[in-house]
């Protein structure tokens, strides 16, 4: 069987800014990317800044292009999905859930804006299905004609991942859905991912810096460094004894709240040359 | 969570307009000269344009030798000049509003397309903006009004292919803003195309920076068209503008100053409503953000 989500040898660069006469240099972000993902699993994906996480996110979203290699959804290359198809099988939840609503349409109009978009419901299925969502991310239905300025960031991170969610997608695309919120919020947004997963049986890349976040979310993970993967494995044997020399120093580098601990030794032997 | 209503962000909106004392005058001035200008001929007393050589130069009704019957007085050619006042507001607003929406069409066409797909078009739309910023607008108007003669669909035209350019930098910056949102980039995912995102997620988020854009372009054109007029290079005589009436009263400026004031009053309050109104809506309009 496919896995719902394969990306195969991707490689991506940036190109540098080209004057009128010289070839600009490519910086590579994505380095001989492959992942699979199996239906039902979350897949957490960890890294520093600059890592390439979110550039990898947009990859698979088909909003960047890969130089070479293949992004397969459900084995097919998801180049050749029609946009309403691609929008049915795969969504995204972002990280700022102040820019990721519209400020001038109400809730009822953004989590309806997908539905309009497939096309094939009828308008009063479009109002149940949004009543029904709200309740189902925890947001009361008199938030109904609300505008995004009178929401907290929680409950618009709520919203965002109602609007993902109204056409039941297969694979969820979450770039750090709760490094914008705070720990309490990030808790309750958490718990509400825990909910819908398995309620709807839904298969996630989730993409985090916060590795408190990975571990409680996550299936298996994948270690980002400089474009490539370093470690994929299993969540558990992962947070027991990481392999890389990298995943070991992104482990050692979280800040726990235990008093009197030095900070960590980041030094990087390994990247000398 | 209690049950506490959330205010309607539309009648908050309502409720400051209501408290802002620019706005409020502004759009009671403006009222007043549309509602002039459409029903000009039920209310102006006289025919703006019946001349009668006995009746030259009559002062206003308040001043010595004032005649009721002409409460504003009379001009070199004995025309009612309150009749023509009301009357040449129709050539204002038709030219203030006509080029406002023409040049606005433009202008936000050419800040959407550069705006939001960057790149080439982008460049290109950037090369058009340029070349018409390094063009002075007024002299080109004059220029081409001399040439082509005037009229008031000329006038329309020539200041609409050149007054486009401020809508553009406007639109121009605030959708490429927009364009990096990620509800926009939502949308995309979600299979929108780019006409409905411009349309649907774009546009309402650029209409308060270009209604503010709008009212300073109105009142741009109706000073332009006062202008040209005034130069002869207008409206011509004998349809009532403000301009020509300003014009024509140039010789009796010492004499009878009434006939330059009363006509320059008029362009001059009506673009200071136009302004304050925009100013007023700008105020009004963007309170996302802030509550």
Sequence with gaps: ?273 | MSDIALPDPRRAALRRALRHGGLIAGLAVVAAVVLLAVFAPLIAPHDPAAQNLTLRLIPPAWQEGGNPAYLLGTDHLGRDYLSRLIFGARVSLAVGLSVMVLSGLIGATLGFLGGYFGGRIDDLVMYVITVRLSMPGLLVALAVMSLLGGSLVTMITVLSLLFWDRYAVVTRTAVRQLRQADFVTAARVAGASHRWILWHEVRPNVMPQILVVATLEMAMAILSEASLSFLGLGIQPPTPSWGIMIAEARSFLFAKPYLVWMPGLAIFALVLAINLLGDGLRDVSQPEGRR
Excluded at chain 1, 186 to 195: G, T
């Design chain 1, 1 to 273: 069987m496919n896995p719902l989500l394969e990306v195969r040898n991707a490689n991506l660069s940036f190109p540098t800014r080209r004057g009128l006469f010289g070839r600009g240099t490519a910086v590579p972000v994505l380095r001989d990317v492959s992942l699979r993902l199996e239906t039902g699993q979350v897949l957490g994906i960890v890294g520093e800044s600059g890592s390439g996480k979110s550039t990898l996110a947009r990859l698979v979203l088909r909003l960047l292009k890969a130089d070479s290699g293949a992004v397969l959804i459900d084995g097919q290359d998801h180049r050749d999905l029609s946009p309403r198809a691609f929008a049915a099988a795969v969504q995204p939840v972002f990280q700022d859930p102040y820019s990721s609503l519209n400020p001038k349409r109400t809730l009822a109009q953004i989590l309806e804006m997908p539905l309009v978009l497939a096309g094939d419901f009828v308008a009063e299925e479009r109002r149940t299905r949004v009543r029904a969502m709200l309740d189902r991310v925890g947001l009361p239905q008199r938030l109904l004609h609300s505008y995004p300025a009178q929401l907290s960031g929680g409950q618009r991170q709520r919203v965002a991942i109602a609007r993902a969610l109204m056409v039941r997608p297969r694979l969820l695309i979450c770039d750090e859905p709760t490094s914008a919120l705070d720990v309490s919020v990030q808790a309750q947004i958490l718990q509400l991912f825990d909910e819908l997963r398995r309620d709807f049986g839904l298969t996630c890349l989730f993409i985090s810096h916060n590795l408190a976040v990975i571990e409680r979310i996550a299936d298996r993970v994948g270690v980002m460094y400089r474009g490539q993967i370093v470690e994929d494995g299993e969540g558990r044997t992962f947070f027991a004894g990481p392999q890389h020399a990298y995943s070991r120093l992104l482990l050692s580098s979280t800040l726990p709240p235990i008093p009197g601990r030095p900070l960590p030794d980041v030094a990087r032997p390994w990247d000398a040359n």
